[in-house]
């Protein structure tokens, strides 16, 4: 089965996980038979396979070798990977991070043009996440479930900055009850959407020349304060202007 590669397992070890699942536990002769893995590899297929959490060993005469739910495994994987990619992630910014910011200061850009939803999504959690002060966010939708937004939508119900200002068309009701306290949300129509964090970051997101999410994403970033007050000012006179919305 190609998913159970895809999360790590050999051949051998996919073959045996199989055998497993299908005809409950066996002993390591009994896995070899079944699922055509070598006897002379068996034992090192089971082990990595325990060590992985794909099985349990229940120590007899035969030893007895059975697999974990698929619900459990599937858990076990991705917390593993959480994991790994969080330490790995705070090694890469730790070392590199510094030397790209001394880069940057000796040949600034203060002007990015961004294209492909992944990366400028990326780009708009990392300024979420680095918000210390305050957020102006202008979104279509305010909903985890909104498709290619989604991502954002539900990022910024969970950051713990002190002032959050949020302009959008429409709240999801399945979020009303999730919205912190400290959120300014207000009611207009939006076209794309938009961020400025802590008056120093700006990000515009836009769809194509239509408001379809699912065509082409292009975003302009900016780390300039001026881009920023330009951008804090824009949004600062629609939210004037919109409807206030009650969380409560």
């Known amino acids: 089965m190609r998913a159970l590669k895809n999360l790590g397992l050999t051949e051998y070890e996919t073959a045996s996980y199989l055998a ?11 896995i070899s038979t079944k699922s055509l893995v070598p006897y002379s590899r068996i034992y090192d297929v089971l082990t990595r396979l325990e060590e992985k959490g794909f099985i349990q060993v229940r120590r007899a005469r035969p030893t007895v070798y059975v697999a974990k739910a698929p619900t459990e495994v599937v858990r076990l994987v991705r917390l593993a990977w959480e994991d790994k990619i969080d330490k790995s992630s705070k090694v890469v910014v730790g070392e ?6 001394r880069e940057v200061q000796a040949t600034t850009r203060d002007v990015w043009v961004m294209h492909g939803k992944a990366s400028i999504l990326a780009k708009a959690i990392e300024m979420l996440t680095s918000a210390r002060e305050e957020i102006k966010l202008s979104i279509p939708h305010l909903d985890p479930d909104s498709g290619d937004i989604a991502s954002l939508a539900d990022r910024v119900l969970q950051v713990k900055t002190e002032r959050v200002y949020i302009l959008t068309s429409q709240v999801a009701e399945s979020v009303r009850n999730l919205i912190p306290s400290n959120f300014e949300i207000r009611i207009r129509h939006v076209f794309g ?5 802590d008056g120093r970051e700006t990000l515009i997101m836009l769809a194509g020349a239509t408001e379809d999410w699912d065509s082409e994403f292009l975003g302009v970033y900016s780390s300039h304060a001026v881009f920023a007050a330009m951008g804090g000012a824009y949004f ?13």
Do not use: C, I, N
Request: no cysteine; hydrophobic share 35%.
């Open 193 to 197: 959407a938009g961020l400025v964090v």
């Open 96 to 101: 590199l991070q510094p030397r790209f910011e």
């Open 236 to 248: 600062d006179s629609l939210y004037a202007s919109s409807q206030p919305f009650k969380t409560r």
């Open 20 to 30: 497993l699942v299908e005809k409950g536990p066996m002993s390591a002769s009994e």
